[in-house]
């Protein structure tokens, strides 16, 4: 069950998080924050989180998703458009931390919880915005959701030119690294209050964070001027980059630099010692001859084989697993990965923290919480009387 607030280790032990997110973005980035020790407070709708709805789960509003991006949250139910509602959330801002929300600008400051009003209440406190996009670009107000903000950072576009046809990647990819991005800069915003003492607002958005991540690489030579070529990374967005088939399967590998190169072509193919493809940067000229013939060669042996092979050469090579699969991985069995965490519906298999501290460690904080389930006890907390 869910540890109480002031039993939780981890780094951010004593930290108190308003959260007033919903969907994957926002709850994500609190997800963290409570496994690494910090109290999160849920504020939810009467009606709760949609996302307690959007896949199977044990009981009506604890979805598999649900449960996994609001772990060891407390909730706490809060109607906004009242003054009692109101009144509750202002009194758990003036004991918070951190407060971040994923409503569009107009919406938060209709309710009278935008930055000036919050920080009215909590100079201190560091106020984290998760929205679709920017407040200062003309797209502010526009609903956003995964796949839109996919289609418009150009994902579609790279996965057409890997496959054919335009199409959204297989996991939601905008809303997980956004919620990433607001995790890193609030707590770059902590970091900062604890040696000031100033709190601050930070705002975090889906199309520019997308946008910011897909041109990491695919900006290539469209970031000078004037421009060297089109953006995108050549070796990402060949059609030959996928899975070599094997005799028996599939498998994943890269002989990329230099060394490996040469490595393979010692040991499988001694013909291909000359100077078209002696040097990384010839490769990468010619890449799609480079993967035509690679895929060609991977069909000689099994994927047991290449694997036993490829791992003595320093080679990187992993067999195409399922994702039920994970589930029972030797390495993630050896690093303990999983954390079974009793809940009132029975055991929880979660993935755990994936970061790793020698002296906070951090731990799954416990079951994602039925609506409403904290609501007298976090209202108990702010003082007498429990406003609703």
């Known amino acids: 069950m869910t540890p109480p607030p002031d039993a939780r280790p981890g780094p951010l032990a004593g930290v108190r998080v308003v959260d007033l997110t919903a969907m994957v973005m926002g709850p994500y980035c609190t997800q963290i924050m409570a496994d690494m020790g910090a109290d999160v407070i849920?504020?939810?709708?009467?009606?709760?989180?949609?996302?307690?709805?959007?896949?199977?789960?044990?009981?009506?509003?604890?979805?598999?998703?649900?449960?996994?991006?609001?772990?060891?949250?407390?909730?706490?139910?809060?109607?906004?458009?009242?003054?009692?509602?109101?009144?509750?959330?202002?009194?758990?801002?003036?004991?918070g931390d951190v407060f971040v929300h994923s409503m569009r600008a107009k919406a938060i400051a209709g309710l009278g919880f935008g930055y000036e009003e919050v920080a009215a209440l909590n100079p201190s406190?560091?106020?984290?915005?998760?929205?679709?996009?920017?407040?200062?670009?003309?797209?502010?107000?526009?609903?956003?959701?995964?796949?839109?903000?996919?289609?418009?950072?150009?994902?579609?576009?790279?996965?057409?030119?890997l496959t054919g046809a335009a199409g959204y990647a297989g996991t939601?990819?905008?809303?997980?690294?956004?919620?990433?991005?607001?995790?890193?800069?609030?707590?770059?915003?902590?970091?900062?209050?604890?040696?000031?003492?100033?709190?601050q607002e930070?705002?975090?958005?889906?199309?520019?964070?997308?946008?910011?991540?897909?041109?990491?690489?695919?900006?290539?030579?469209?970031m000078f001027s004037p421009p060297l070529g089109p953006a995108a990374y050549p070796?990402?967005?060949?059609?030959?980059?996928?899975?070599?088939?094997?005799?028996?399967?599939?498998?994943?590998?890269?002989?990329y630099n230099d060394k490996q190169w040469s490595a393979f072509v010692g040991a499988v193919r001694p013909a291909w010692?000359?100077?078209?493809?002696?040097?990384?940067?010839?490769r990468a000229l010619q890449i799609d001859t480079v993967y035509a013939l690679l895929g060609e060669t991977f069909l000689e042996r099994t994927t047991e084989e290449w694997l036993e092979l490829l791992r003595s050469?320093?080679?990187?090579?992993?067999?195409?697993?399922?994702?039920?699969?994970?589930?029972d991985d030797p390495h993630l069995r050896d690093v303990d990965f999983f954390e079974t965490v009793d809940s009132p519906n029975g055991p929880v298999r979660f993935p755990g923290p994936p970061a790793w501290f020698s002296r906070?460690?951090?731990?799954?904080a416990g079951p994602a919480p039925r609506l409403g389930a904290h609501t007298a006890e976090i209202l108990d907390e702010t003082g007498p009387g429990r406003p609703r």
Not at 138 to 151: C, E, V
Not at 273 to 282: G, I, V
Not at 360 to 364: Q, S
């Open 172 to 199: 939601i990819m905008a809303d997980k690294v956004a919620g990433l991005t607001a995790l890193y800069a609030t707590m770059m915003a902590l970091f900062h209050r604890e040696r000031t003492g100033e709190g």
């Open 42 to 95: 849920k504020i939810e709708p009467p009606g709760g989180d949609s996302t307690r709805h959007v896949s199977v789960g044990p009981e009506p509003g604890m979805s598999g998703v649900f449960a996994n991006v609001n772990r060891g949250k407390r909730s706490a139910v809060l109607d906004l458009r009242t003054g009692g509602g109101k009144d509750a959330l202002r009194a758990l801002v003036e004991q």
């Open 202 to 222: 930070v705002e975090v958005a889906m199309f520019e964070t997308m946008a910011a991540f897909m041109l990491v690489e695919h900006a290539n030579g469209a």
């Open 125 to 161: 406190i560091v106020y984290t915005n998760c929205y679709g996009y920017g407040r200062r670009g003309r797209n502010a107000d526009l609903t956003a959701y995964d796949d839109t903000i996919q289609a418009e950072c150009g994902l579609p576009f790279v996965q057409q030119r």
């Open 235 to 255: 070796r990402a967005v060949t059609p030959d980059r996928k899975p070599y088939r094997t005799r028996d399967g599939q498998i994943s590998a890269l002989v």
């Open 360 to 364: 906070t460690p951090g731990r799954v």
């Open 273 to 282: 010692a000359d100077e078209r493809f002696a040097t990384l940067r010839q």
């Open 313 to 327: 050469l320093d080679i990187p090579a992993a067999p195409v697993r399922t994702l039920d699969e994970l589930f």
